[in-house]
């Protein structure tokens, strides 16, 4: 049995551990690369990060995207909008609530997902693999490896498989960013030529069948996508969101606190990174946070894509200017913590497996930034606009 202190775990992010770190391998970094920041242009923002709208209208769920071709192509006071947008169905929305599947802590319980996660992988189970606990005794994480594979997989169901190399992509160069996963435009990988869709359907299948249970019940789609180049490796990287009826979990990663953070403003996001050298099999998985279903409550009325749109429209500064290159629906929860300027421990908040959390459909606007950097693909700036409440939160990747 292995062991593992509190100090080592980085708070909420709980694959990413010291080890790791020394091999080489980059994962969600503990940094300060985004602060929940106001616009300081912005006249609605007083308590740091959001604010209350008072007067919002509401469609019925079916309606949410009417009209918005023509919001689209309208001329905005403030920002402008991307040509087009994705358009998923909304007769089916929920409020929906969040957990993780090991609630008692069960060591039985990590090892059998971990082994479930070996055999999706390698068409077969592995014997030999350590738990990792806490300094409390508590199971935290599944580990094995060998020539073949690495696997690791913790209490809050997040997941690292490894059957090759991890570039650290926070020092190499991006070749070319792709927003369409069906793209058939000819790519150079280190294993041979191939497609941007091969390469998708490949991740497709590996994460969607291969690892149907570990997934959590939902649907993994590729959001982010991007060429790459390693030291002469030549690779795809491809962030998929986890979906639910078609609709992503919120899967940019959230801010970070800083030093001088009173109230932090941050999302809960699930995510599964892939990196990949050739289309055969996926050399590196990282799934970050990953949930699954605890409850869903429908919805029957919202505010709709256009109504988003007119609130922000009202809410937003006269002296401020936006530019958005993309806009959809996501699941989003949004929590304020009170921090009194200090860095939160591991030990305050990480532990509790019972936990649930609630996640309400969002417009997220998504403002452009460099698409050839790493931090900006992964930590976007946004402005979300809750599609029940109308209340708008402002996101700088700073």
């Not at 008692?104 to 189970?125: P, Q, T």
């Not at 059957?163 to 069906?182: A, H, K, Q, R, W």
């Not at 979990?249 to 941050?266: A, G, N, Q, R």
Request: aromatic content about 10%.
């Amino acid at each position: 049995m292995k062991y593992i202190e509190l100090n080592d775990l980085i708070p909420g992010i709980s694959m990413e551990y010291k080890n790791h770190i020394k091999r080489g391998i980059v994962m969600r970094k503990l940094l300060p690369l985004i602060t929940a920041m106001a616009l300081c242009s912005c006249s609605f923002i007083d308590d740091g990060n959001t604010k209350s709208v008072e007067s919002v209208e509401y469609v019925e769920t079916k309606d949410s995207y009417k009209n918005y071709e023509a919001v689209l192509n309208e001329e905005h006071s403030g920002f402008t909008l991307p040509d087009s947008i994705d358009v998923v169905d909304t007769n089916e929305l929920y409020v929906i609530t969040l957990g993780y599947t090991n609630t008692e802590k069960s060591e039985d319980k990590l090892r059998e997902n971990g082994e479930l996660l070996i055999k999706g992988i390698c068409g077969e189970s592995k014997d030999g693999g350590n738990i990792v606990t806490t300094e409390n005794g508590d199971p935290f994480r599944y580990e094995y490896s060998d020539a073949d594979i690495e696997c690791l997989y913790d209490l809050f169901d997040g997941y690292i498989i490894r059957t090759g190399s991890m570039p650290e992509l926070d020092y190499c160069n991006i070749n070319e960013v792709f927003t369409d996963s069906t793209d058939e435009k000819t790519i150079e990988l280190s294993g041979g030529n191939t497609t941007v869709k091969k390469c998708c359907d490949m991740i497709y299948d590996t994460l969607n069948n291969k690892l149907s249970d570990v997934k959590g019940g939902f649907e993994l789609l590729p959001k982010r996508i991007c060429s790459y180049d390693s030291n002469g490796e030549k690779g795809l990287f491809v962030l998929n969101a986890f979906c639910f009826n078609k609709i992503p979990i919120d899967y940019s990663l959230s801010p970070f606190l800083t030093e001088d953070t009173k109230t932090l403003v941050y999302y809960l996001d699930a995510s599964s990174s892939v990196y990949i050298t050739n289309d055969k099999s996926p050399d590196y998985i990282n799934s970050v946070s990953r949930f699954v279903l605890k409850d869903k409550k429908k919805i029957e009325k919202m505010v709709s894509f256009e109504g988003a749109v007119d609130i922000l429209e009202n809410e937003l500064a006269d002296n401020l200017y936006l530019e958005f290159d993309d806009a959809e629906l996501i699941y989003t929860c949004i929590k304020t913590d009170e921090t009194d300027g200090k860095k939160h421990d591991a030990s305050s908040y990480i532990y509790d497996t019972t936990v649930t959390y609630e996640f309400e459909p969002t417009w997220c606007f998504y403002i452009k930034q460099d698409s050839k950097v790493e931090n900006d693909l992964k930590h976007p700036s946004t402005v979300r606009v809750n599609a029940l409440t109308g209340e708008i939160t402002v996101m700088l990747n700073k």
